[in-house]
């Protein structure tokens, strides 16, 4: 038998879960928005002005971009959990499920909706007029005459909100809801283009199937071809099944572990989960999550564990501006997680992912730049590159500020051409991140930071503030905490990137743990 | 011969259509004798349809009042009204999802008949109006224009009402399935003792069919008699124009057959 490229191998591993959450989520979304949809259509019939209202308002919710009422729903459930939380003491997950299944079900209304009121106002008036001749009451007509005859159209707006739900619920895994998606946001940070276009198909395959298994109830709906619909169902029944069994069947995991969106994030949530294994704690991924959704999610208890970096919490959460030193950092942060949010910080776990300035080795010999106040004497001859977040952020004013560099030209590059342009020779500085495996793929030196412009990026591992007392979380994890060198985070990371080796995250992890235990 | 009681007592009706006068109906009396079979002879837009529609509230005229067996229809739940009364319409409206069974059962259905009356009343009504029993599982897209036609009279039948109102019945099929199904109609209209209104814009048939004749024009009703006083002394040129129309092709299909000119 062929060897199956490992990468493929690794999806198939996570098909059952991401397919039976995204299922889940799909078929609830769909199944309320026809519980919402059809009555809200059948209502407005009577009323020209609450039809124009409905159809407006749908409508208006169309245009706005999925991610975005994606996203939208976080905040706004997150609100109302405290308030309730505050005043009834019910508290609820503002994260993953809800917000997902809230915006994906407000999205399959349009068709729903728009396909139900053309049916039925599409039904011939004379049969409308002898529905109500022959002693119809109005209700029984809708029942029995109106519904009936608009089926097909409305199925047919059934079917489009499924195929858009099920397309759409791909999105909803930057606010923790697993699903399909998860293959294509870590492929697209990782550059797994295996992954993504696993997740495309799957998705498109669920989408094309279900909509098929529709078409054939709807066929016999039409024809009431009884034998006909007892096999759609039942054939509807088992994809059903057969998608959720793996995820009805096992238990939930006991913890949750969070994860940021970029490559070395997935490798480390995949690590605490490693361990977590190793120790017969089961746990679910709540993967690629925005990174103050990742925090406000820990604080809320939501997730359970995820890692963050000093430098983050003290500019973005804190809204700190100076930087004192390392260690001065690190102790203000664990003080202010614990004071402010009941936020664990177990400890750092021995790298940096900071911004840094780096360039070819042998260039930065030749010019003799040690220290960014050596480059500074000579950038006005230099060109640098950044990311396109990089010269937005306080950090670059920061550098500009301290050391006056201003160089021949600046330039916005993603992260992967970023390293190719500077090994070129193309540019001669970039802003990198000093966890980057490029840095030692390409033979790149960080440069020094005397005058401590740039804050520090120390990883830490943070717990939830209800799972501040687990003995056996913090033992599973106490391994980790000062263990992942830089040189060992850049190895890991180097193993993401795109090419005949590419390895996923959770083989990543493995490499990682091995050297780490290797080491001990 | 002893007066019968009035079966369908219509007082003074209006109704009046912004911007659209073809529907109009102005202060029109009719009263119909039970058994009596009258047609209601008008050309298109003469509210002829709306005057019928009055009788079992499927349009509520602003003015005026209709008697039903003695009772007041304003005063009659207007369902229970419509599952007493016989309604064939002119587009004839068989249920297109239902089958030719299902479409006759409707009203027994309605009222909450059982199923093994319900059953064997389907067979009756077929029998009745001559169509054959293995259609009874076919669906209305599969039948002819006239057999559609007699199953919306079996259907307007099925609950075994004293009153049929029907709105040019016989309109959308050809000429020789219409006379099978005019003379069939009255056949059935003696045997049950029904009261019938048949509306239509064909003077022939209405001729042909009923015992009295009310001619509408503009809302209102010009005139009314037997076919027999009606067609030698109408009072209008516009009654004696339509009237003379059947006797006019008469003569002129005559003129042709033995060649002599008109």
């Known amino acids: ?520 | 011969m002893p007066e019968k009681t009035i079966a369908i007592s219509i007082r003074d009706v209006s109704k009046s259509y912004d911007g659209n006068e073809a529907l109009a109906v102005h202060d029109v009396s009719l009263d119909v004798r039970e058994g009596e079979f009258v047609a209601i002879a008008a050309e298109s837009g003469s509210g002829k349809t709306t005057l019928l529609k009055f009788i079992n509230r499927l349009v509520e005229p602003s003015g005026g009042e209709i008697i039903v067996s003695g009772d007041n229809v304003g005063a009659v739940d207007p369902i229970r009204l419509r599952r007493s009364i016989g309604y064939v319409f002119q587009e004839v409206g068989l249920f297109p999802h239902m089958t030719v069974a299902e479409n006759v059962a409707i009203t027994p259905r309605l009222l909450g008949w059982d199923k093994g009356k319900i059953d064997a009343r389907v067979v009756e009504l077929l029998e009745l109006v001559r169509m054959p029993q293995e259609t009874a599982s076919r669906f209305p897209a599969t039948l002819s224009g006239g057999q559609r036609q007699r199953v919306g009279v079996a259907r307007a039948l099925a609950a075994g009402p004293r009153i049929m109102l029907m709105d040019e019945p016989f309109g959308a099929v050809d000429a020789i399935t219409r006379e099978g199904l005019a003379s069939d109609y009255r056949t059935l209209h003696e045997r049950l003792k029904l009261t019938t209104i048949l509306i239509t814009h064909d003077v022939v048939e209405a001729v042909l069919l009923a015992d009295r004749i009310a001619v509408m024009h503009g809302g209102t009703i010009l005139e009314q008699g037997t076919p027999r006083d009606l067609l030698p002394h109408p009072a209008h040129d516009y009654v004696r124009e339509l009237m003379a129309m059947p006797r006019q092709q008469a003569d002129r299909v005559g003129a042709l057959v033995t060649g002599a000119p008109p």
């Open chain 1, 1 to 520: 038998m062929p060897q199956l490229d490992p990468r493929i191998a690794e999806a198939l591993a996570l098909l059952p879960d991401y397919l039976g959450q995204h299922v889940i989520l799909s078929i609830s979304a769909v199944v309320l928005g026809i519980a919402l949809g059809l009555p809200l259509a059948v209502a407005s019939l009577r009323s020209p002005r609450l039809r124009f209202v409905l159809l407006a308002t749908v409508g208006l919710i169309q245009t706005i971009p999925s991610l975005a009422l994606l996203a939208l729903f976080y905040p706004l459930l997150l609100g109302l959990s405290l308030v309730t939380t505050a005043m009834f003491g019910v508290q609820f997950s503002a994260l993953g499920f809800l917000p997902s299944l809230i915006a994906l079900t407000l999205y399959s209304m349009l068709p729903i909706i728009r396909n139900t009121v053309t049916g039925i106002m599409g039904v011939d008036a004379a049969i409308k007029q002898a529905a109500i001749g022959v002693g119809m009451t109005p209700l029984q007509s809708l029942l029995q005459v109106e519904l009936p005859l608009a089926l097909p159209t409305i199925m047919a707006g059934i079917r489009t909100a499924a195929v858009w739900v099920i397309g759409t619920a791909t999105l909803s895994t930057p606010v923790g809801q697993t699903s399909l998606g998860n293959y294509i946001f870590s492929g697209l940070q990782t550059q797994n283009w295996i992954f993504v276009l696993f997740g495309c198909v799957a998705a498109a395959l669920l989408a094309l199937v279900v909509d098929a298994l529709l078409g054939a109830i709807e066929i016999a709906l039409t024809r009431r071809d009884r034998r006909r619909l007892v096999l759609s169902g039942v054939a509807f029944a088992i994809v059903l099944l057969a998608s959720l069994y793996p995820a009805l069947s096992e238990p939930r995991g006991q913890y949750v572990i969070g994860s940021k969106p970029f490559a070395e994030q997935f490798i480390l949530a995949a690590l605490l989960q490693q361990r977590l294994g190793d120790v017969h704690l089961s746990s679910v991924e709540r993967a690629g999550l925005g990174s103050n959704v990742a925090f406000d999610a820990l604080a809320g208890g939501d997730i359970d564990a995820y890692v963050d970096y000093s430098g983050t919490i003290w500019t973005n959460y804190m809204h700190r501006t100076e930087y004192p030193s390392r260690e001065a950092i690190l102790t203000g942060i664990a003080d202010w997680l614990q004071r402010e949010h009941g936020v664990k910080m177990l400890g750092p776990l021995g790298f940096e992912n900071a911004y840094a300035l780096a360039m070819r080795r042998d260039k930065a010999t030749a010019l003799g730049v040690k220290t960014i106040e050596d480059l500074a004497r000579q950038s006005a001859n230099l060109s640098i590159a950044g990311d396109p977040e990089f010269f937005l952020r306080p950090e670059w004013r920061a550098l500009q500020r301290d050391y006056g560099l201003a160089f021949r030209a600046n330039r916005t590059l993603q992260a992967t051409f970023m390293y190719r342009a500077v090994a070129d020779g193309e540019v001669d500085v970039i802003s990198a991140y000093s966890s980057d495996g490029e840095i030692a793929q390409y033979d790149l030196v960080t440069l020094e930071d005397p005058k401590h412009s740039l804050p520090p990026y120390d990883a830490v591992l943070l717990i939830a503030p209800k799972r501040a007392n687990d003995m056996a979380l913090a033992e599973a994890f106490r391994p980790l905490l000062g263990a992942i060198t830089i040189e060992r985070m850049r190895k890991a990371n180097l193993l993401l990137e795109s090419g005949a080796g590419q390895k996923s995250p959770q083989a990543a992890a493995r490499a990682l743990w091995d050297d780490i235990a290797g080491a001990q």
